[in-house]
C-alpha cells in the first residue's frame, strides 16, 4: 500500500481480555515503530523493531504488552489482560532508513482501544 | 526524563501569521522536530531542525531555535483553513534511544 495501514480502526473491548493490534508498514520500509496517544496528550514511545528484532522495547509499559514483526514486514502489538488505562490510540509509524534521529517517521492512522 | 510542553490552544485569523510555541528540558536533544496531525489522519512531519541550527526555513513553515534558552517555535505564514489541525512539537536526543518526547500538541484554529 501507498502509507502505513493499522487494523482494525477501532477496537472495543472488555477489561481482562486479550487484543492484537496490526500494523501493516510501507513496503520496503526497515524500522517500525509503536506509539500510544493518550487522550489529549501526546504520542509515547513504546518499541521499535529493525527488521525483525525488538531493537528497543524499552517504552512498553509492562509486561502485559508485546510486540512481534516476525518476518520483519507486519507487526502485532498484543496486550493481555486490558486495563481500562490501556484506552488509547496506538499508532505505527515506518521509516526507510534505521537512523533513529534523522530518519523521517510516517505514521498510519492509528488503532483506537476502548477498554469497557 | 525530557518534558516537552506547548500551549494547547492557538487561535489565529486567515491570511495571518500563526506562531506554535515550545518548550523543551532536554539539554541533550539533538533534532526537533514538527508534527501535524489532522482529524482522522495520521501524524505527519512537517519539519525538522539540527540542535546546532538557530532556524529553518520552508516555503510558509519558519522554525526558530533557541537552544539557550530550550525553545522552539514554528511560525506559518499566512495562515489558511487548511492549516487547522493539532500541532506536535517533538525531540530526540543522543543516538534516538526512547524514541521521540512529543508534547501534548498545540491546537490551531483558524478564524474567517
Known amino acids: 500500500g501507498a502509507g502505513v495501514s493499522q487494523t482494525p480502526s477501532n477496537k472495543v473491548t472488555e477489561k481482562g481480555k486479550y487484543v492484537e493490534l496490526r500494523c501493516d508498514p510501507i513496503s520496503g520500509h526497515t524500522a517500525l515503530y509503536w506509539y500510544r496517544q493518550s487522550l489529549g496528550q501526546g504520542p509515547e514511545f513504546l518499541i521499535y523493531f529493525q527488521g525483525t528484532g525488538a531493537a528497543d522495547d524499552s517504552g512498553l509499559p509492562n509486561d502485559r504488552f508485546f510486540a512481534v514483526r516476525p518476518e520483519g514486514s507486519v507487526s502485532t502489538l498484543k496486550i493481555q489482560r486490558t486495563e481500562r488505562g490501556d484506552s488509547a490510540v496506538y499508532l505505527c509509524?515506518?521509516?526507510?532508513?534505521?537512523?533513529?534521529?534523522?530518519?523521517?517517521?510516517?505514521f498510519g492512522e492509528g488503532s483506537r482501544l476502548t477498554v469497557l | 526524563g525530557e518534558d516537552v510542553e506547548q500551549s494547547l490552544f492557538l487561535s489565529v485569523r486567515e491570511g495571518d501569521s500563526s506562531v506554535i510555541n515550545c518548550t523543551y528540558t532536554?539539554?541533550?536533544?539533538?533534532?526537533l522536530y514538527w508534527y501535524k496531525q489532522e482529524p482522522g489522519a495520521g501524524l505527519q512531519l512537517l519539519t525538522y531542525i539540527f540542535s546546532n541550527m538557530d532556524m529553518k526555513q520552508d516555503q510558509r513553515l519558519t522554525v526558530l531555535l533557541n537552544k539557550k534558552d530550550k525553545h522552539l517555535s514554528l511560525r506559518i505564514a499566512d495562515t489558511q483553513t487548511g492549516d487547522s489541525a493539532i500541532y506536535f512539537c517533538?525531540?530526540?536526543?543522543?543516538?534516538?534511544?526512547?524514541?521521540?518526547?512529543f508534547g501534548k500538541g498545540t491546537h490551531l484554529i483558524i478564524q474567517p
Open positions: 517533538a525531540e530526540i536526543s543522543g543516538g534516538g534511544a526512547d524514541g521521540l518526547t
Open positions: 532536554d539539554s541533550s536533544s539533538t533534532y
Open positions: 509509524a515506518s521509516s526507510s532508513t534505521p537512523d533513529r534521529v534523522t530518519g523521517e517517521l510516517f
